[in-house]
């Protein structure tokens, strides 16, 4: 079985700081795993994803992920944080083979403050 | 192309009511989800569906029942609303099953059970 775990339910960051919002998964057989940003009020919007072609992974404004299979993380990053960042970010994680439904494991969330 | 829609945005029921949420999309997409969002918790899957008229129970399916009469619509029906479904319901549907393939997810509906 796949979990999820967010390290953090709430970061707060100074405008122009680093962001890293820390993700660890568990999986049984090679895992994809996903980033997402919710917007107050809004639906859910993918940021990234790892799909094993690359363990460093680059996503919509201006955030990656490194995956790292020793360490089962998959943490976000970004060098500068801007106000607009501040949103709920979700780390999911799924598999694929036969029979898969394709169900998405997701962690528990992490709100993202940045201050001016 | 307007991705996944759902309807309605905000809803209040009294405890006992009875409603159904729509969600549609016009991708073709096979698969379909419905997750329910608390505080906290992340997002659980209550139902979800393999293709048109196929439905299978997700991870907290209890209160609930779904409906995939069309590919391009899924319905989540609430029999008998309690205040335990209080909660923001987002639908979501991608090309494939897990993998890469990415799920699309819409705007949600926030409905509260008093």
Redesign the interface.
């Given at each position: 079985a796949q979990s999820?775990t967010q390290l953090g339910?709430h970061v707060s960051v100074s405008e122009g700081a680093l962001v890293l919002l820390r993700c660890n998964y568990s999986s049984s057989v090679p895992p994809?795993l996903?980033w997402?940003v919710q917007y107050p009020?809004?639906?859910?919007?993918?940021l990234l994803?790892y799909?094993s072609a690359a363990t460093l992974v680059k996503g919509i404004n201006g955030f990656e992920a490194e995956f790292k299979k020793s360490e089962t993380s998959f943490h976000l990053t970004k060098p500068s944080a801007h106000m607009r960042d501040a949103a709920e970010y979700?780390c999911a994680v799924?598999?694929?083979?036969s029979g898969?439904?394709?169900?998405?494991i997701?962690?528990?969330?992490t709100t993202l403050q940045v201050k001016p | 192309n307007a991705g996944?829609t759902q309807t309605p945005k905000f809803r209040v029921l009294k405890t006992g009511q009875s409603m159904t949420l729509l969600c549609a999309q016009d991708m073709n997409h096979e698969?379909m989800?419905w997750y329910r969002q608390d505080p906290?918790?992340?997002?659980?899957?209550i139902h979800?569906s393999?293709g048109e008229g196929t439905t299978?129970k997700?991870e907290v399916p209890d209160g609930y029942n779904v409906s995939r009469l069309k590919k391009q619509n899924f319905l989540l029906g609430l029999e008998s609303a309690a205040p335990s479904q209080t909660s923001v319901y987002?639908c979501?549907s991608?090309y494939?099953?897990?993998?890469?393939?990415?799920?699309y997810?819409?705007?949600?509906t926030r409905l509260t059970v008093t």
């Open positions: 999820v339910s994809y996903f997402y009020n809004q639906g859910l919007q993918l994803k799909t979700f799924t598999i694929y083979g898969n439904t394709g169900k998405l997701f962690g528990q969330g | 996944v698969y989800y906290g918790m992340g997002l659980r899957l979800y393999v299978a997700g987002f979501a991608s494939r099953a897990g993998g890469p393939y990415e799920q997810f819409g705007p949600g």
